[in-house]
């Protein structure tokens, strides 16, 4: 058995979609658009690996600012990039891109050399090595 994908309501479907082509080098079907039931979907995917990340948008979902991550459920998503400078390097550009940086880089007790940052919408993504 194996994660085949994981699914995020976004406000701004496009906006999140070029935030993870952007920062983690993520490619991107067709748009899915569903007008009955007027939801649209993208579905990203890394070079490596087989799980993927299925982005959708309906207007009748409510947004909760400040509670993504911080309730029972899902709290975050973990992205590997391979290496502490390519973490450092990073988050330093998403720093200097304007957003907002959870936890610095470090190596907790888990043992991962990590960090952490919020997506445009306020989802927690691991940056680790």
Known sequence: MKIHHL???TEDI??????????FGMSCGEKYVNPRKQYTSYFLSFNEGDCTIELMNRPDI?????KRGL?????????????EEAVDMLTEGLREDG????????TPGDGYYESAVLDPEGNVVEIIA
């Open 71 to 83: 309730k029972y459920g899902f709290a975050h998503i973990a992205i590997s990039v391979h290496s």
């Open 14 to 23: 496009d906006n999140m979609r070029n935030f993870y082509q952007t920062y």
């Open 7 to 9: 699914a995020i309501w």
């Open 62 to 66: 409510e947004s909760v600012p400040g």
């Open 99 to 106: 957003y907002q940086i959870e936890g610095e880089p470090r």
